[in-house]
Each structure stands twice: as structure tokens, then as C-alpha cells.
């Protein structure tokens, strides 16, 4: 018989020495924002903004390939050039119907920085475009942040329901014992049972809440947060991650607008500045280029052609104005930004040292309240207190704890608000 029971334990035994226990997933606020940022649809446009441009440019480039083109051209013509007196042996005679096919060939040889104008204005304002979806992006930070702290402070509360829980089954089977002995009253155990119910009820609204919350952060990051372990940030790391000067998206996004003006003010210049192209044409026609020649001639011609077009000078004063109001506006963005910024700093600062300061009494108040509690259990079984003051006292000791858990995540929100105010 104790064979067959060793052989049946053994197979067990070595199963749970080979194969270690399993441990909980943990998960991070950083991992979330980072899934949340993956997650989000905006995230996309980053990339078609990019592919966008490299459009954009590769069409700004192709303005230096050289460009052939074809043109024909028949007419007929009621009057023709005649010579004034005749020449002896010679016929000059131009038809009233002339043909011609050309060919050309042009090659830029200076656009006047067109084409390199495009692209500085292009890539600007692709950092633009890419600066505002960063700045939406980073809002969400916040959005996560606020749902993961609120996870941890619903599991602080969860956690302190269980020390209640435990105190009042404690209390409740030394009433019971009481009672079985003709030393306590029903109602005194009565009471107790209507603080566990009470306690229970807690229980059950913040796994509710709990479960709403993640289910929240699940569609944020696109993942199932289901069995995972909500890790609660270390303070002083958290601190320690916060930039001394503001380094947030908008900052990105104000630099990348002043230099989209910058570039915008360099293309008024190659607007106003003279093209040079070399051609070379090829054609057949009648007449050709004798036109004393009543027949079909092939012909050929090259050289260089500028174009200078001053009508942008019309309008140059006006559009470096404008661009240059629009500069100032930016940098008055950007100083009005970085004040609010300083200011908000300033109040969450504040609140962190504020939230400290809490906590450091909220140590002190749980100690004199857990002491308070243990003695009047030592009271109310020597009979010197009732079981109202007791339960007074047990209530006390569990509102100081849900109180310093509370100020708990509030020091963290007050970081993590500092930090997403200064940027991460």
C-alpha cells in the first residue's frame, strides 16, 4: 500500500521540481503609453506624411531631368513674302501652305533655387505636419496615466478592504465566543456583521470599478490586460526622469513652424531670380530655315534661353510682411507656452511637496490608529468599552489607511503630472 502511494506522489514531485510556479505578468505606466501610442489610428499619419513628402521631393527633382517635346503645326497663309522687282535665273516663290514637325530638347541649367526652395519648404512643412501628430499623441500619456493611478489606487483600497475584512472576522469570532458564554450581547455581533456586509459591498463596487478601468487601458494600449499585475511606479525615479527645462512635443512643433516660415521667406528670392535653360531643336518643315527653298528641309537649332519673370516683385513686400507677422506670432506662441508651462510647474510642484507632507503624518496617524484599535479590543474584552466605541475605533483605523493610500496616489499624480507638463 505505501508503495503504491509513493509511486503515485513521485511522478508529482519531480513535475513540480521541474517545472517552476508561474509568475504573474507584471506591467508598467510607461509600457502603457508606449502600447497606447503604437495602439492609436493617428499614429499611421506619421508614416503617409512621410511618403507624402518623398513624393513632393522626388517631384521637385525631377524639374532638372531634361524635358522633350513635340509640336506640329500646319497653316495656311493669305498673304506671303514677294520680292519687289524680279531677278534674272531666279524664282522666288513661298506657298500659302506651310508645314512644320519640331523636336526639342531643354535642359535646366539654373531655376534660380526653385527647385531647392521646394524642397526646404516641403521637408518644413512635413515636420509640421508630423510635430501636430506628436502633439495629439502625447495627450494621451495623460489618458493613461489618469486610468493606470486610478487602477493602483482602486488596489490600494482593495488591499486596505482586506485588513478591514480581517479585523472584523477577528472580532466577530471573539463576539461570537462572547456570546456563547452569556459575556456579550447579540447586537454586539450584529453590528459587526453589519460592518462586514458594508465591507463587502466596497469590495464589490471597486472590483467593478477595477474592471472598468482596465477594460479602458485594454482598449488605450490594444491589449489584454487580463491577470496582469499593475506596477506601482517608484517615486523617486519618477522624479529623478523630470527635465529641468520643458522638452515637450509643442516646442518640436513651434520650431518646425519657424523654420516652415524661414524656408518660405528663402523661396520668395528664387521666385524673382532668372531661369536659364539650354535646347536644342530638331524639325522638318516647309519652308525650313531658307526660306528662299519652296521644299521640305530638315534643320536644327541650340542655344540658351532665359526667362525672367519680375511680376513676383509686385507682390514680394506684402508676402515678406506676411511671413514675418506670422514669425512673430509663433514666437509669442511659444513664449506664451513656455510661461503657462512655469506656472503650472510651479503648482504642481506644490502638490508634490504637498502630498509628501501628508503622507509623512498619514505614517504617524495610521500608528496611533492601529494602536487605538488594538487597545480598544483589549477594552472591550475586559468590558471597559462597548462595542460602539470599538467599532468606532476599527473604522478610525481604516479610514486613516484608505486616507494615506489615497494622499499615496496623489504624490504619484502629482509627479506624472509634472512630468507630462515638462515632457518625458
Same mark, same amino acid.
Given at each position: ?23 504573474? @505578468? ?24 512621410? +511618403?507624402?513628402? =518623398?513624393?513632393?521631393? @522626388? ?26 522687282? *524680279? ?9 500659302? *501652305? ?27 512643412? /512635413? ?37 478591514? +475584512?480581517?479585523?472584523? +472576522?477577528?472580532?466577530?469570532?471573539? @463576539? ?60 523617486? /525615479? ?13 516646442? #518640436? ?12 521667406? =528663402? #523661396? ?35 542655344? /540658351? ?39 503650472? @510647474?510651479? #503648482? ?13 503624518? *498619514? ?29 468606532? =475605533? ?6 486613516? =489607511? ?23
Amino acid at each position: 500500500m505505501m508503495q503504491r502511494i509513493i509511486r503515485a506522489i513521485c511522478p508529482a514531485l519531480l513535475a513540480a521540481c521541474l517545472c517552476p510556479p508561474a509568475v504573474q @505578468a507584471q506591467v508598467s505606466i510607461g509600457q502603457c503609453m508606449e502600447l497606447a501610442r503604437e495602439n492609436y489610428p493617428q499614429v499611421r499619419q506619421l508614416g503617409l506624411i512621410e +511618403e507624402a513628402a =518623398r513624393y513632393d521631393i @522626388a517631384s521637385a527633382a525631377k524639374s532638372w531631368l531634361p524635358h522633350f517635346t513635340v509640336s506640329g503645326k500646319a497653316s495656311y497663309q493669305s498673304d506671303v513674302v514677294e520680292m519687289p522687282f *524680279d531677278i534674272p535665273g531666279f524664282t522666288f516663290d513661298l506657298p500659302h *501652305d506651310q508645314y512644320s514637325l519640331v523636336g526639342e530638347i531643354s535642359q535646366t541649367i539654373w531655376d534660380g533655387g526653385v527647385s531647392g526652395s521646394q524642397k526646404r519648404v516641403t521637408a518644413s512643412g /512635413v515636420d509640421v505636419q508630423k510635430g501636430q501628430v506628436e502633439v495629439s499623441l502625447y495627450a494621451l500619456n495623460e489618458r493613461v496615466e489618469k486610468i493606470f493611478l486610478g487602477i493602483l489606487l482602486i488596489d490600494a483600497q482593495l488591499e486596505q478592504n482586506g485588513i478591514l +475584512e480581517k479585523s472584523l +472576522e477577528r472580532n466577530a469570532s471573539y @463576539a461570537q465566543a462572547c456570546i456563547e458564554n452569556g459575556t456579550a450581547y447579540k447586537s454586539d455581533l450584529e453590528m459587526i456583521e453589519v460592518s462586514m456586509l458594508d465591507c463587502e459591498q466596497q469590495r464589490e463596487e471597486l472590483q467593478k470599478d477595477r474592471v472598468a478601468y482596465v477594460s479602458m487601458l485594454e482598449k488605450l494600449t490594444g491589449t489584454s490586460l487580463a491577470g496582469q499585475e499593475f506596477i506601482t511606479p517608484d517615486e523617486n /525615479v519618477a522624479m529623478a526622469g523630470i527635465p529641468e527645462e520643458a522638452s515637450r512635443p509643442e516646442l #518640436q512643433l513651434y520650431d518646425a513652424q519657424l523654420a516652415q516660415q524661414d524656408a518660405l521667406a =528663402r #523661396q520668395l528670392n528664387s521666385k524673382i531670380s532668372p531661369k536659364f535653360t539650354l535646347s536644342l531643336q530638331g524639325g522638318v518643315g516647309r519652308p525650313g530655315l531658307n526660306i528662299l527653298k519652296n521644299t521640305f528641309q530638315p534643320y536644327w537649332t541650340a542655344g /540658351v534661353k532665359m526667362t525672367w519673370d519680375i511680376g513676383a516683385l509686385y507682390t514680394r513686400r506684402d508676402e515678406k510682411r506676411k511671413i514675418e507677422a506670422q514669425t512673430r506670432k509663433i514666437e509669442s506662441d511659444r513664449e506664451t507656452f513656455l510661461f503657462n508651462t512655469g506656472l503650472d @510647474a510651479t #503648482q504642481m510642484r506644490s502638490s508634490i511637496d504637498k502630498a509628501r507632507s501628508q503622507l509623512e503624518k *498619514d505614517k504617524k496617524i495610521i500608528a496611533l490608529r492601529e494602536s487605538i484599535r488594538s487597545s480598544g479590543e483589549e477594552q472591550y474584552r475586559g468590558g471597559v468599552i462597548t462595542m460602539t466605541d470599538l467599532m468606532s =475605533r476599527i473604522d478610525d483605523e481604516y479610514n486613516a =489607511r484608505v486616507a494615506e493610500s489615497i494622499h499615496r496616489i496623489q504624490l504619484l499624480m502629482a509627479i506624472y503630472d509634472l512630468k507630462n507638463c515638462m515632457g518625458y
